[in-house]
């Protein structure tokens, strides 16, 4: 689709937007090619948000002395997915600060909030996520604040000062980020979580609890298998446990997950179920119309199903493959899920599956240097590591490969990852 008359729309100005146009350039689309985005903000990278852009302001000496140095430290304004003049060179239209209203998929035109209609060939959704409320809990003499924008995160850091008693509801990834960035701050951080353990989506038990005890470490407060009821309505500012416990705060964070942002693609009749549902290659159950990003469910060839990916990986490559597709291509896309996070000094990574019941540990846990092999038939099909992000680049390039591999060479730390993957290649 290479029509210098054509337009192309892509709702949504994330990382999947982003892509997406840069994609199309690269591939030669040469007609119009217009951004359209809520947040007035140039577009950012959402994952310092939770980590350098908390810690990052007046407290940099503080920071300096107990950020380790390898995990980068990025100011707000250097957070952007593309350069200045970036958008300007590859002629894409930015129409930022207005939600889309309405779409109308037989008119193949979209209506802004500030009136403009515009008409495209094609469109591509991809409209994010919205962080999950919890009202029972908002209402009370603590702030409660959620983070999921610059805006957010920016209005975060001004509370995260030392001795700050902050209540993190939900140990999620998210949360356990954002918990990090807190002690960093010197903020005294308690983390309530109605699993029995942090991150359970995320990591095997036995990784889970190793990071717990990391935290336990930095002096953060784990209330596990309990849920946050209401604040307080006693002289005491606090939060109400399930249990009858009540935790004092200063601050409560609210981190309990995101929901799609379907809304204009149901206004339109476009078939969604938690998340717009698209085919293999992107497209959606109305013609000209893609959808790619967090806001998706599509079919995951590696899991065998319909999955919604809320992580940096998936919607990069996602809206790269769909992008492509939209010019003509016929490409499905496939994905090994991939997802990292940063708190204190401990990069981990899960790529794959973790759900498997035989795993293989390599490196040692006590050195927080290690990688938890997830092997099925014969076959490596997830790894989970800490501080191990060359050789998890080669355990996801052998998953991909679907070569047998036996446990005591996972387990043997001379056994070459890197070479393994290559000669599976």
């Known amino acids: 689709m290479s029509n210098p ?3 192309i729309v892509i709702v949504g100005s994330g990382l999947a937007g982003v892509t997406a146009a840069g994609t199309l350039r690269e591939g030669g689309f040469a007609g119009r090619l217009v951004l359209v985005g809520e947040e007035p903000e140039a577009p950012y990278d959402r994952p310092p ?8 302001d007046e407290f940099a000496e503080l920071i300096a002395a107990r950020q380790p140095g390898d995990i980068a430290l990025r100011a707000p304004e250097q957070i952007a997915l593309r350069p200045a003049g970036w958008y300007e060179q590859q002629r894409i239209e930015l129409m ?3 939600r889309a209203l309405r779409l109308e998929p037989a008119a193949h035109t979209v209506e802004l909030e500030r009136g403009a209609r515009l008409h495209y060939d094609r469109l ?5 996520a919205r962080v999950r409320r919890l009202p029972g ?4 003499p603590v702030p409660c604040l959620y983070l999921r924008t610059l805006g957010d995160a920016v ?4 509370h995260l000062r030392p001795g700050c008693r902050v209540v993190l509801l939900g140990g999620g990834v998210i949360g356990m980020e954002v918990a990090a960035s807190a002690v960093l701050r010197g903020c005294d951080v308690t983390v309530v979580e109605l699993a029995g353990r942090i991150m359970e989506r995320a990591l095997t038990a036995q990784v889970s609890e190793h990071i717990a005890a990391y935290h336990r470490s930095k002096g953060v407060k784990l209330n596990l298998g309990v849920r946050a009821e209401r604040q307080a309505s006693g002289p005491a500012a606090g939060i109400v446990l399930s249990d009858g416990r009540t935790v004092p705060a200063d601050l409560v964070v609210i981190g309990i997950g995101v929901l799609p942002n379907t809304e204009l693609a149901a206004q339109a009749g476009l078939t969604c179920q938690d998340g717009i549902v698209v085919d293999e290659l992107g497209a959606t159950s109305a013609a000209d119309i893609y959808a790619a ?3 998706v469910r599509y079919p995951d060839s590696f899991f065998g199903r319909m999955e919604r990916g809320e992580n940096w990986m998936h919607a990069q490559n996602q809206a790269a493959a769909v992008a492509r597709n939209m010019l003509g291509l016929t490409t499905p896309y496939h994905q090994v899920p991939h997802m990292w996070s940063d708190q204190y000094d401990l990069k981990i990574q899960v790529t794959g599956r973790h759900d498997t019941s035989e795993h293989i540990l390599r490196g040692q846990l006590a050195a927080n240097k290690f990688m938890l092999m997830h092997r099925a038939e014969g076959r490596l099909v997830g790894a989970t590591g800490v501080n191990e992000a060359r050789d998890m680049k080669f355990a996801q390039r052998l998953i991909e490969a679907r070569v047998p591999v036996t446990a005591a060479q996972l387990a043997d730390p001379a056994f070459n990852l890197k070479k393994a993957a290559g000669s599976a290649a």
């Open 124 to 128: 591509l959704l991809a409209p994010g």
């Open 96 to 98: 930022l600060g207005q």
């Open 5 to 7: 008359a054509a337009t």
């Open 293 to 295: 990003g967090d806001a």
């Open 137 to 140: 809990v908002e209402n009370g």
């Open 49 to 56: 948000l939770s980590k350098s852009v908390l810690v990052h």
């Open 155 to 158: 209005s975060l850091r001004g």
